[in-house]
């Protein structure tokens, strides 16, 4: 346990996170960030985008991972089981945590006393949640469905949902106004004509080899060791890696690239990615973040040239200024380091 302070709040672990134990210590976090006015996040099983997941950096906001809030309880005589809301429905791996195990979810636990379901969905590794967060799906603008990606896939109840929830949300903000006023305000039902939606003017554009790269490397810094699990679909067997320091060929050893990355660095992600090419050879332009355990970030800008063969990625050259992201935590550093640079040798 971290040291308790005047608000009765326990700072955060070496991993940023604050980990509460129990429902007091999870109130007084929320208590100090209302008070403060910061940002608070929990961190379930990152299985959404880095910025949907986790507060702003800085500015004292404040991460939490319930990892330690996982408590099953079960009522035999009435057939009920309290849950607390770290708990996980199956294994997570990549719970950073490594706390996460089959033995300890949810769904081992009800197959132990003869309550688990028959079928479920095929991703199991989120954390439970209760009806104030209750899952509804994704929710796309009109225009996004048409495109039919995960998201639009995954909106259930059709092109019109976005409008539906506007327009009852809006009726229900004036009926509430209305009452406060001493007025009585009428809710419409969906059923009736409403204003349709502009028509998209483009067609879906199916995603291309560098879409898909791109989406790659975006997605690194969440999924980390599970986003190398498809890298055959994008990487020909015999990819040829070479950056100013390493000459690979092969898959395999590819991969290891990034399994070591993982292994070293506590946080990972490229931000600023821009792909520019086509299905034939392309290039990435992006910076590279990097933080161990303990540390600064180190921020590298860097660009990939990819090399294509029968619609995946056959070579991929890294090139990038490696001093200047040993010196970027630094700005008085880097700074200096520009100027050398451009003195001397441009």
Known sequence: MMPIDA???SGPAADGFHHPQSEDELAAIVRFARRQGKQLRVRGSAHSVKAAIFVDPGFGNLDIMLDRYTGVAFDD??????????????LDPRDPTRSSTWENS??????ARGWALPDL???THQTINGYANAYASYVTTFEEYQLQNYEGASTLFGQWTLAAWCTKLRELARAVASEANGQRAELRSLGERRRSLP????????MTLPDRVQEFYENLSTQREASLVGLEELFTADVRFRDPFRDTVGLE??????AR??????????TDVVAEGDEGG???RYNMHLRMAVGPTFVTPMASIFRTRDGKVCELYDYYDFPSGLVSPLPLLASAYKKLVNRFFL
């Not at 050893?253 to 990034?258: A, H, I, T």
């Not at 070293?264 to 490229?270: A, E, K």
């Open 199 to 206: 028509p998209l003017t483009k067609r879906p554009r199916k």
């Open 121 to 123: 969905g095929g991703v």
């Open 77 to 90: 005589e009435r057939c009920r089981v309290t849950v607390q809301a770290g708990c996980h429905l199956g």
């Open 282 to 284: 392309f290039t990435l």
């Open 261 to 270: 990355m993982f292994k070293q660095y506590r946080f990972v992600d490229f």
């Open 253 to 258: 050893p590819f991969r290891e690239l990034f």
């Open 7 to 9: 608000h009765g709040l």
């Open 106 to 111: 949810l769904l081992a636990q009800l197959d």
